[in-house]
Each structure stands twice: as structure tokens, then as C-alpha cells.
């Protein structure tokens, strides 16, 4: 490794050029094929992608769409780009109404604070659309066999995330899950999808598949208003040795200021 070169920079140049060659080309030819739907039937008016890979140059949407550049070697036309960390994005929250996670799961050390950083900056009822890589595909098995190599040229260091991980952390913070499927069934060998399978993705199928894509959302409940309860004439009940048979204690909760 080249002296005053940190390690991740090396890393992330691989991962750009791995999406330049065969396989990285037909999974984001899969991944942009699938996209456009899930998008633009949401309501988003502003949209925050973290990173490449880049599915359009310029975005598809004529809206307020800024590209997190990372580091990650983005080089984007059309695209407002920002220089931040996905683990503490440069944004205020409830900025946006959807943010996209393309594939950069894989390679950061902390999913889950990389969700919580989604979570702050969306607003309520806005969405999280993921994509990531699938260990069970032809793809975690090159991974594996890739560092069983010590393949320094392999971008792919980290353990990909398994979806029901991923579902987990995302019911924990708060998400609700809207859609989801597998895609791109590829096999060694195999130069493009197994088209025949593709069909089975919605049914989730893990075997096979190269990725996956889950669609969430950010439900905040809204408290409970709590107003003055209007205070019932009592009745005069003379004073006696004992209560009455019946006769019952109340006493008032104190207003706590939610539900």
C-alpha cells in the first residue's frame, strides 16, 4: 500500500472499479432497471442518495436530489453533491423525503448508526430505500473465495449484511417495513440473469440472488394530547365515623405533558 494512502481510500477506488467491471456493470444494470417504479410512486420531493454506485446521470427526477459524496470516488453530472460521512451526514434533521442506500452497507463498520443518521435526517412518513448485496448469491460465494485467495484487489472486505439483520435494525429504530424482494439470480459461470428466476424474487427466494432491496418507513406516533378534565359536582355527603358502603376514592393523575 502506498505511503500517506489510508486504507479505506484504497478501498473505496476498488469498489468504484469493481462497478466498472463485468459483474459490478450487470448488477447496476439490474439494480437501474428495478429502481425507477419503487421510486416514483412515492411522494418525495427531496432526496438524499449516500454514495455510488450512480444509476443516472443526471437523476431521473426533476427535484431536489443531493448525491453524498463519501470519498467514494463520485463522479456524477447533474447531481448536487455534498462531502460528508454516511455515519454523520452533514444535514439537519427532517430534511429529506426519502433517502437511498445503494450498496454502501456492505462496506461501512457500523450499519446501524448509518440507519440512525437515515432515520434523524428523514422526515415523518418519509422512506429508506435500501439495496445491498446478498450473502446467499454467487456473489458471497466470491467474496469468500476471494479472501480465501488474500485477493487484496477485492473491495468487498466486510461480511455482507443479511437481509433478516437488516429487517431487525430496522423494526428496532422504529421503521416499518413497506416492500422488499431479491434480485439478480446469477450463478457462476451464468454471463446474465437467470431471467426464469427472476420471478420467484418477490417470493423471497434468497438462493441465488446477488441483492436485495427493502423498502421503509419512518412512523413517529404523535403523542397524546391530554387536556383539563372538567372537575364533576359533588354531591354534600355529611361527615360520618366511616365511609359509606360504595363510596369511592379518585385522586387525578398529574398532567405529564404526553401520552
Not at 412515492?42 to 443516472?56: N, S
Not at 470516488?73 to 462531502?83: I, N, P
Not at 450499519?111 to 446478498?134: K, T, Y
Not at 423471497?204 to 372537575?231: C, D, F
Request: charged share 20%; aromatic share 12%.
Amino acid at each position: 500500500m502506498p505511503r500517506g494512502v489510508p486504507r479505506s481510500s484504497l478501498r473505496q477506488r476498488r469498489a468504484a472499479q469493481w462497478w466498472l467491471g463485468r459483474s459490478g456493470r450487470l448488477l447496476l444494470e439490474r439494480a437501474a432497471s428495478i429502481l425507477p417504479p419503487w421510486i416514483e410512486r412515492l411522494p418525495a420531493d427531496t432526496v438524499l442518495q449516500l454514495g455510488q454506485p450512480v444509476f443516472w446521470s443526471p437523476p431521473p427526477l426533476q427535484k431536489d436530489w443531493i448525491l453524498l459524496n463519501d470519498g467514494y470516488v463520485c463522479s456524477a453530472e447533474g447531481y448536487l453533491q455534498v462531502y460528508g460521512r454516511c455515519d454523520a451526514l452533514p444535514f439537519a434533521p427532517m430534511r429529506f423525503d426519502l433517502v437511498i442506500v445503494p450498496f454502501c452497507l456492505t462496506r461501512m463498520p457500523d450499519a446501524r448508526q448509518i440507519l440512525e443518521e437515515c432515520w434523524r435526517v428523514l422526515r415523518p412518513e418519509g422512506h429508506i430505500l435500501i439495496m445491498d448485496f446478498n450473502p446467499s448469491g454467487s456473489l458471497g460465494m466470491l467474496r469468500r473465495w476471494h479472501l480465501w485467495r488474500r485477493d487484496r484487489n477485492w473491495p468487498w472486505r466486510q461480511p455482507f449484511l443479511p437481509l433478516p439483520q437488516l429487517r431487525r435494525y430496522l423494526e428496532e429504530l422504529g421503521f416499518c417495513l413497506r416492500q422488499g424482494r431479491y434480485f439478480q439470480y446469477t450463478f457462476p459461470g451464468l454471463g446474465r440473469s437467470a431471467q426464469w428466476m427472476e420471478l420467484v424474487g418477490d417470493r423471497w427466494w434468497p438462493a441465488g440472488a446477488n441483492a436485495y432491496i427493502l423498502l421503509a418507513q419512518k412512523r413517529e406516533s404523535a403523542p397524546t394530547m391530554v387536556g383539563m378534565i372538567p372537575r364533576k359536582k359533588q354531591k354534600f355527603v355529611p361527615k360520618l365515623s366511616t365511609a359509606p358502603a360504595g363510596m369511592r376514592f379518585v385522586q387525578a393523575e398529574k398532567d405529564g405533558g404526553g401520552g
